[in-house]
């Protein structure tokens, strides 16, 4: 027998509980395979989810039981996340929510410093996505942002990110902040969309931010898809001023000699090569032999992932020019970034005592 709900509210039809409640209920089978955009971390969200439900109204079935009172149950969604709602995804609505997001205004943006391991100061931020739905509360990226990519939103939304983060840096620099390099990342979508060149062109007219200090970061899977196109594109943003970053170093297709071809300024290694990096010699020689040949192309290298004191100072021994990871900072709000911002000006970093 499957459990008896109508999402979100479950209610009883037990003759005890009902009282003046609704008696017409449809049992509900929950299958994966009506779930076609949902991912194996959504399955999984979804199934403790699911559980910590039950778990509930096991509960309140037992305490209610013994009061004889009716209930209404209504089970409070995580606020940090459930990738979406049973019924949202059963109707196919999902995207359609998320089209409304921009609309909505419901999408905003963190910010992860990137940290200068030789002086333990700022040297950029990565603007990240966020999305609070109005009933749903915080939703993974990881599980919206395939589905924009899949069905195409992924274009506006970059273009509204990208707008943002440029607005916002604006703002700060506004504020008499020292310049730093702002990073945004840039869809394999976003690439092979025709107008990115004029779009991108037209946001740094609009916002009149240096592109100097913009960095777009890419993945290494555009490297399978029509290269020659990707590099031309490359190329003419590079001619905008703005610096191109191959962010996920190792995970995908590119190698080191490939990247001397392609327009890059920078090179974000993969956190997987700082996974037991001081317990692994042969992580320690890989990981060296990717920063020595990184410099040697004129590349700046930026660990991603730093997650222990251990890693940060085997980092600083290969000379890693940068950082950027929870151990150094999480990603943080606009108001919390503004703070930071206000103790830079004092002279106070927030990594310092880790570089002393």
Not at 206 to 217: G, H, S
Not at 303 to 322: R, S
Request: with cysteine; glycine share 4%; charged share 20%.
């Amino acid at each position: 027998m499957y459990p008896q709900f109508s999402s979100p509210v479950f209610r009883s039809q037990s003759p005890i509980l009902s009282n003046s409640f609704d008696q017409e209920m449809t049992p509900a089978l929950i299958s994966f395979n009506q779930l076609p955009q949902a991912t194996d971390r959504f399955k999984f969200s979804l199934l403790q989810y699911l559980t910590t439900v039950l778990l509930k109204l096991a509960r309140h079935l037992e305490s209610r039981l013994r009061s004889m009172t009716p209930f209404v149950f209504e089970p409070n969604l995580p606020e940090e996340s459930l990738p979406g709602a049973i019924a949202d995804l059963s109707n196919h609505n999902f995207a359609k929510e998320l089209s409304q997001a921009l609309e909505r205004d419901e999408l905003f943006l963190d910010y992860q410093p990137q940290i200068d391991l030789e002086t333990g100061k700022l040297s950029g931020v990565e603007s990240l996505v966020r999305w609070h739905h109005p009933r749903l509360g915080r939703i993974s990226p990881a599980d919206f942002i395939p589905i924009a990519e899949e069905t195409g939103l992924i274009i506006p939304m970059g273009y509204w990110i990208l707008r943002r983060a440029c607005q916002q840096y604006q703002q700060w620099q506004s504020l008499g902040i020292a310049p730093f390099k702002l990073s945004v990342n840039l869809s394999l979508c976003q690439l092979k969309d025709p107008n990115l060149v004029p779009v991108i062109r037209s946001i740094l007219i609009e916002t009149e931010i240096n592109p100097d200090y913009l960095e777009l970061e890419i993945t290494e899977s555009f490297m399978v898809s029509d290269i020659s196109a990707a590099i031309a594109t490359l190329t003419e943003l590079r001619e905008l001023g703005i610096q191109i970053a191959i962010d996920d170093f190792g995970t995908g297709y590119s190698s080191l000699s490939s990247l001397k071809n392609l327009p890059i300024q920078t090179l974000k290694i993969d956190k997987s090569f700082l996974d037991d990096l001081s317990a692994t010699n042969k992580n320690q020689v890989i990981l060296q032999s990717i920063i020595e040949l990184g410099h040697r192309l004129k590349l700046q290298i930026i660990a991603e992932g730093i997650e222990n004191e251990g890693q940060l100072k085997i980092l600083k021994t290969m000379n890693c020019d940068c950082g950027q990871g929870y151990f150094l900072s999480r990603p943080l709000h606009l108001e919390a970034l503004s703070h930071y911002f206000r103790q830079v000006k004092l002279g106070i970093h927030l990594p310092q005592l880790l570089f002393s």
